[in-house]
């Protein structure tokens, strides 16, 4: 299974960004799909996520009310639209597939995208 992150780019504070994750090999429809970031210089961080059915989202307190996952399984696709852009999202952003386990557990993961940059300017 492949991971192909896409839709970074360079933006200015308070504007938008719609990232997408496409997974190619097997359908990831069983997978919750959750998104992380890493600035420069900082660890990784768990962004957002979406269970298998898209019934549900969860957040990070620091992205919650700008950020929203949404997954569409027919294309075996993921997205994470930004919006209200802050320069301390600036990061290169990963999307990220597991069966069970925890957005909290990086064990959990089974499959990882390559990254994608976003650079927010102020």
């Known amino acids: 299974v492949q991971l192909q992150a896409s839709g970074g780019g360079f933006v200015q504070a308070g504007g938008s960004l719609r990232l997408s994750c496409a997974a190619s090999?097997?359908?990831?429809?069983?997978?919750?799909l959750d998104w992380f970031r890493q600035a420069p210089g900082k660890e990784r961080e768990f962004v957002g996520g979406i269970t298998w059915s898209g019934g549900s989202t969860y957040y990070a307190d620091s992205v919650k009310g700008r950020f929203t996952v949404s997954r569409d399984n027919t294309k075996n696709m993921v997205y994470l639209q930004m919006n209200s852009l802050k320069p301390e999202d600036t990061a290169v952003y990963y999307c990220?597939?597991?069966?069970?386990?925890?957005?909290?557990?990086?064990?959990?993961?089974?499959?990882w995208g390559q990254g994608t940059l976003v650079t927010v300017s102020s």
């Open positions: 990220a597939a597991r069966r069970g386990g925890s957005y909290l557990y990086i064990g959990s993961y089974e499959y």
């Open positions: 090999g097997r359908t990831l429809s069983t997978y919750a």
